[in-house]
């Protein structure tokens, strides 16, 4: 059930005084948008969780395996990339990506192409509920330096915003007033340290949805003539 999963999932660890922790509730001044409640890290923890990164090399074997550092399965995923196939238009009816437990099958959300929208003609992800209302908008954003960016924007109006550095592995999550909610380290394997009321379940789809927005970036650009 969803309560017993709550219980047993995400992994978390309890936070120790070290600079290197991610803030805790009582310094987050900005509300957090929360996709999954059952998924929120609870106050005074971490939830470290083994993202594997979707690439075109495995693009036939579309689910992949999301666990804690212990190797024990916390969420599957499932991507589709209907760019190979579709060459005209948005496939906004398809899930190009979902989420659920590894534990006992629980369904959690699912993204799909976003409408376009103008003056944004990069590719886009739409986040559903598992009851499919809509969540959000996960799309590219002005990006900061040498860095790209990305962002959750909530039916809310809340935001995430996403930042990927332009050479090596690093990623970090903050909200609306610049507080660090997530952080990702290493590559093969990609690890994934969210903090206290954060939402395990929206980090890890952003994480992949990112994955999928770089791939259909780089398939546009490909196809463009000259």
Known sequence: TS?????ETPPCTPCASSVSHLPGSAVM????PHLCAELVVPDETECNLVVPEIKESIINA????????????VFQARA?????HIKQG???DIRRLTLWSAVDGVPFACCRDAEPVAGQPQPALAIFHHTEVPFGVLQPSTNVGDMKAYSILSEAGREIFLYRAAEGPGMRAEDGSGRLLAMVIGTA???IRIGPQVDAGLMTLALLGI????????????????
């Open 3 to 7: 309560q017993q999963l709550a219980a």
């Open 29 to 32: 001044t900005a509300f957090v």
């Open 62 to 73: 579309s689910r992949v395996s999301i666990n804690d550092t212990s190797g024990v399965p």
């Open 80 to 84: 589709c990339f209907p760019s190979r």
């Open 90 to 92: 948005h496939s906004s």
């Open 189 to 191: 394997p990609r690890a």
């Open 211 to 226: 994955d999928l927005l770089e791939h259909d970036a780089g398939m546009m650009s490909h196809m463009e003539p000259g």
